[in-house]
């Protein structure tokens, strides 16, 4: 059964920086496109970012471009979203996917993600 779990959310001042974890078990995590997304209050889950299977290549949506880093270690199963200068409009709740397809494109619409973790709270306070 693929697991998806995130952690390392939390509460910070605006450009302060934080560093979110996603551990995935059940799943061959090499053979996985991955993905960030986040959801804010009364709004639509948005794409973040996507890493490829072998982490060569990277996708972000444009408001994250140069303060945000995705990056995954195929060893420990992880996939991480390095987020700095933090802005009020960065809060939301943040989850990670998985797609098994094997496309080379990395998918930016969530109805790509097969597999999704539960979500952690970003709070970015101003």
């Known amino acids: 059964q693929v697991q998806l779990v995130e952690s390392g959310g939390g509460l910070v001042q605006a450009g302060g920086s934080l560093r979110l974890s996603c551990a995935a078990s059940?799943?061959?995590?090499?053979?996985?496109?991955m993905g960030w997304f986040r959801q804010a209050p009364g709004k639509e889950r948005k794409f973040v970012a996507a890493?490829?299977?072998?982490?060569?290549?990277?996708v972000y949506t444009d408001s994250v471009k140069g303060h945000f880093t995705i990056s995954r270690d195929n060893a420990e199963n992880t996939v991480a979203l390095q987020m700095n200068s933090l802005k009020p409009e960065d809060t939301a709740v943040y989850y990670c996917?998985?797609?098994?397809?094997?496309?080379?494109?990395?998918?930016?619409?969530?109805?790509?993600?097969?597999?999704w973790g539960q979500g952690t709270q970003v709070t970015v306070s101003s």
């Open positions: 890493i490829s299977r072998n982490g060569g290549n990277t």
């Open positions: 996917a998985a797609d098994r397809s094997l496309s080379s494109r990395l998918p930016t619409t969530g109805a790509l993600y097969q597999y």
């Open positions: 059940g799943v061959t995590f090499s053979s996985y496109t």
